[in-house]
C-alpha cells in the first residue's frame, strides 16, 4: 500500500524569528523564502515569531516591519503559498487583512490548546477572505487526547481546513504524540499536522510518530532554527521521509544546501540543546520563553534552570512573558 503524501510546512522566517530575535532583514527574508520555493516546501510561514503584531515591548521588537517581509516575499514566490501565524489578542483581523493584501494565501490561528474558542471570528474572518485558515493547538502536552480532540473539533466546526497540533515546549514523547494525533484524526474530518520543538532531542522522532499516527501536515525549519533548542530539521526531516518511502516534493539536496547557503551565516548562536533548551522541554515551557529567561537570570543573578522550572510548576503558557520578570524577582528575594 503506498504511503500518505507529506506537506511540509517551513516556519523558518516564524519560528526562527526567535532565534534571531526577529532580525529579519527585507534580504534575508527573501534569500529564505525564494530558496524554500524553489526547493518544493508547499507552504512558507512569515511573521513575528509571536505571529502578526507581535513586535512589541513583551515579545521582542522586530528589526524590519513584518508587513514589509510579507510584501517582499510575497513577490518573489511562485509555487509555494505564503502563510502567517495569528494569536488572537495579539493579531487583529485588521492585520489579517492587511497581511492578505501583502500576499498571504493562509493564516494558522493559534491559540492555547484549551481556548480553540477564541480563533471563531479569526477563522471565519480568514475564510471570508478567501484565505486557507488552519487551527493550530499550542502546548497540546497541557491536555489529555480526548480533550484536544474536542478543541480540534471545535476548530473545525469554524472553518479550518486543517487542525495543527503543536509541542511547543519540546515535552512529548513519541508515545504521547501519536495518542494525541490519533484522537484528533478520529475525531474530525479534515487533515491533521504537526509543530515539534527539539528540546528533548525528539522533533525528528516525534514528527515521524505524528505521520505514522496520521498527520500529513508537518512542520520543520532550515537547521532547525527556532525557539528553543528548535524545530524539527527540515533537511532532515526530508531525508527520514525518503527513507521511508513518503512522498514530500522536496528537493532532499537543494534544501541542504540551501539550509547551508541561506541560514549558516545568519545564526547568532549554535542551534544546539543547551541547558536552558533541555530544561524547557523537562519542564513543559514554552519554547519561546528562553531568552526572555535568560534576560532575567542576569538581570537578577539566577541560576536560569531555577526559573525554567518555576515557570513549569507554575503552568505558564504562551503570552505569559511578561511573567517572567515577576517570577524571577520574587526568586530573588528567597
Known amino acids: 500500500m503506498a504511503l500518505q503524501e507529506i506537506t511540509f510546512v517551513d516556519t523558518t522566517l516564524r519560528d526562527g524569528s526567535h532565534a534571531l530575535k526577529h532580525s529579519y532583514t527585507v534580504e534575508q527574508a527573501v534569500m529564505v523564502a525564494a530558496g524554500l520555493d524553489r526547493c518544493g516546501a508547499a507552504m512558507i510561514e512569515l511573521s513575528h515569531g509571536d505571529g502578526l503584531g507581535g513586535s ?85 502536552h497541557m491536555a489529555s487526547p480526548e480533550r484536544i480532540a474536542e478543541e480540534a473539533l471545535k476548530m473545525e466546526s469554524y ?15 513519541p508515545g504521547d504524540v501519536s495518542e494525541r494525533i490519533s484522537a484528533v484524526c478520529n475525531a474530525v474530518k479534515i487533515p491533521v499536522g ?37 524545530n524539527a530539521q527540515i533537511e532532515v526531516l526530508a531525508g527520514v521521509l525518503e527513507r521511508c518511502g513518503y512522498s514530500t516534493g522536496i528537493d532532499f539536496y537543494g534544501i ?21 533548551s533541555l530544561m524547557l522541554g523537562y519542564a513543559g ?7 526572555h529567561v535568560y534576560d532575567a537570570s542576569e538581570r ?7 526559573i525554567l522550572v518555576e515557570l513549569g510548576r507554575r503552568r505558564m503558557v504562551g503570552g505569559q512573558e511578561d511573567m517572567i520578570i515577576d517570577v524571577a524577582y520574587q526568586l530573588a528575594r528567597k
Open 300 to 306: 537578577f543573578g539566577l541560576e536560569p534552570r531555577d
Open 56 to 140: 512589541s515591548y513583551t515579545y521582542g521588537f522586530s528589526k524590519t516591519d513584518e508587513f514589509e517581509l510579507l510584501e517582499a516575499v510575497g513577490k518573489c514566490l511562485v509555487k509555494s503559498k505564503l502563510t502567517v501565524l495569528l494569536l488572537p489578542g495579539i493579531g487583529t483581523i485588521e492585520m489579517l487583512g492587511r497581511a492578505r493584501g501583502c500576499g498571504a494565501k493562509a493564516v494558522r490561528v493559534a491559540t492555547h490548546v484549551t481556548e480553540a474558542d477564541v480563533s471563531a471570528q479569526h477563522i471565519a474572518a480568514a475564510k471570508e477572505m478567501g484565505m486557507m485558515a488552519v487551527g493550530f493547538l499550542m502546548m497540546v
Open 194 to 230: 504537526f509543530h515539534a520543538h527539539n528540546n528533548l532531542g525528539l522533533a525528528i522522532a516525534n514528527s515521524l510518530a505524528a505521520i505514522r499516527a496520521g498527520a500529513t501536515f508537518i512542520d520543520g525549519t532550515l537547521r532547525g532554527l527556532g525557539a528553543g533548542a528548535g
Open 159 to 173: 472553518g479550518a481546513d486543517y487542525i495543527n497540533l503543536a509541542d511547543s515546549a519540546g515535552y512529548l514523547l
Open 256 to 276: 541542504m544546501d540551501h539550509a547551508k547557503e541561506a541560514v549558516d551565516p545568519l545564526l547568532l548562536r549554535p542551534q544546539v540543546i543547551d541547558n536552558g
Open 285 to 291: 515551557v514554552y519554547s519561546s520563553f528562553l531568552l
